[in-house]
């Protein structure tokens, strides 16, 4: 039997990308779905498709989030997992034509994307500890983060969007050891390349030249395939506090 059949999950930018196939797999395993996101209009449409609940949430915001989550315990009671899926990718070097990467830009992509994934991890993980067990072992809930291979790899401008990633790899150990004791693991997934409205956006022509920059499979990953990872990860009791890249062996070239 799923322990997870009939759980409560929140699944932050689960309006589109990553997140909706997030929400898509996890609602087609029975689980109850609560997803977070700015985007009003869509959020409510896959909401309603997958018979669960919207909240607009800014991450980054953390009265936003506290908001959204006492509305899913309100409504549907504790949140048992977690995927952090909401993010933006800035673009800036450095110096570029001899002026300073905006410091803005490089804020807000460490607001959204870094300490929008903490915000909502910290208030979630509040409320599960609360919980009872859910097996002999004492878990109480799963949290999945999202990073990048610009983590590891960073392109040339993608200094802000490679420090936001790099930080959430570098909170997953600390994360875990921190909930340990309360039954909740924590794990970070880091795509690679994958069919995202981002780049479902260029050209297929372009397209195809950045699939063919993968090892093996030699494409672009599919949103599927990111999620059936997070479902692994709620299966497998062993999987903790670990970063798993996900991206057919590829390692970012500079440019």
């Known amino acids: 039997m799923d322990m997870w059949n009939g759980q409560i999950a929140i699944v932050t930018g689960g309006s589109s990308g990553l997140g909706a196939a997030s929400a898509i797999a996890l609602a087609e395993r029975g689980i109850r779905l609560a997803i977070f996101d700015i985007n009003e209009e869509a959020g409510k449409a896959k909401a309603a498709a997958l018979d669960g609940m919207f909240c607009k949430v800014d991450v980054a915001d953390p009265s936003s989030v506290m908001a959204g989550i006492d509305a899913v315990v309100a409504k549907m009671g504790i949140p048992r997992i977690l995927v952090n899926c909401a993010g933006i990718g800035p673009i800036g070097k450095t110096v570029s034509r001899g002026k300073p990467h905006d410091p803005e830009v490089f804020a807000n992509g460490i607001r959204i994307n870094l300490i929008g994934t903490f915000n909502c991890a910290s208030q979630v993980a509040a409320r599960t500890v609360g919980s009872d067990p859910l097996d002999e072992d004492g878990a109480r809930g799963v949290i999945v983060n999202t990073a990048s291979v610009a983590a590891f790899d960073g392109q040339i401008g993608q200094i802000a969007y490679a420090a936001s990633k790099g930080g959430i790899v570098g909170m997953t150990l600390p994360m875990a050891r921190d909930l340990a004791d309360k039954g909740i693991r924590v794990c970070t997934i880091a795509p690679g390349l994958f069919l995202t409205p981002l780049l479902e956006a260029l050209p297929q022509d ?50």
Do not use: T, W
Not at 207 to 225: C, Y
Not at 226 to 238: A, E, G, P, Q, T
């Open 206 to 255: 372009v397209q195809d030249s950045l699939g063919e920059q993968v090892p093996f499979p030699s494409r672009l990953g599919q949103a599927d395939e990111y999620s059936s990872l997070v479902c692994h990860i709620l299966d497998n009791k062993m999987l903790n506090a670990e970063v798993i890249r996900l991206d057919g062996g590829i390692r970012m070239a500079p440019r």
